[in-house]
């Protein structure tokens, strides 16, 4: 079955410090992984995303890695600020070309910043 | 440019009662998703309208079901509710073609308690 978003569920970090998010996925199909952002009484906001035929993505603050090689996504955001905290979802979306698509969601990482 | 507006933001209901909610997406879009958010579960894909057609479908019960109007507005319904149904519903709002529409843009949700 479809698997993705293997993630640790806290993460803690201090202020100023980088964060590293990693996530696990099992479908090699997919055609995009995404990273989104949830905060406390929000939908997920959609923060960067990567094409499953690339390695890196640079975005404001933050860069997606992908190994395909071991199934493995990462987030990393530069410099964590207090409003970084939030719970942060990998998920993966396949795009066919005359089909439909939808998202598959992680189970969520929670990010705690210490000041 | 307004953002995905979901409508009401709370709701209670009893078992065995029905509900419907609603989503405007962002102005343009055409497809529009919806997902139950549960702290069990994480966020589960239930449905996705594109030109008032269901085009995708996850899985869940007959008793959720949706419609897309032609402005793209969206309802989704909830037949003989469970307790089990008690969640955060977002809908997620998205161009709706082409390879790089990866970006899906969430509304705040509603939450639905079943009591």
């Known amino acids: 079955g479809e698997s993705v978003g293997l993630h640790l569920p806290t993460l803690s970090v201090q202020e100023g410090d980088n964060s590293i998010i990693n996530c696990a996925y099992s479908?090699?199909?997919?055609?995009?992984f995404i990273w989104y952002k949830q905060e406390s009484g929000k939908g997920p906001q959609f923060i960067i995303d990567?094409?499953?035929?690339?390695d890196k993505r640079q975005g404001q603050r933050v860069t997606v890695l992908l190994n395909k090689t071991v199934k493995h996504l990462s987030l990393q955001i530069a410099a964590t600020q207090p409003g970084d905290s939030a719970v942060y979802f990998c998920?993966?979306?396949?795009?066919?070309?005359?089909?439909?698509?939808?998202?598959?969601f992680g189970s969520g990482t929670r990010l705690s910043i210490r000041p | 440019k307004a953002g995905v507006t979901q409508t009401p933001r709370y709701l209670i209901k009893t078992r065995g009662q029905q509900v419907t909610l609603s989503c405007s997406p962002i102005s343009g879009h055409r497809s529009v998703s919806w997902y139950q958010q549960t702290p069990g579960q994480g966020l589960q894909f239930l449905f996705e309208y594109f030109s008032e057609t269901q085009r995708n479908k996850g899985n869940f019960p007959g008793r959720f079901s949706g419609r897309q109007f032609s402005n793209s507005r969206s309802e989704m319904n909830v037949s003989t509710l469970e307790l089990g149904d008690s969640a955060l519903y977002l809908c997620?709002?998205?161009?709706?073609?082409?390879?790089?529409?990866?970006?899906?843009?969430f509304g705040q949700g509603t939450r639905l308690t079943v009591v």
């Open positions: 990567i094409r499953s035929n690339m």
């Open positions: 998920a993966e979306k396949r795009i066919p070309w005359s089909s439909a698509s939808k998202i598959i």
């Open positions: 997620a709002s998205s161009p709706g073609q082409g390879a790089g529409d990866t970006e899906a843009f």
């Open positions: 479908n090699s199909a997919s055609d995009y």
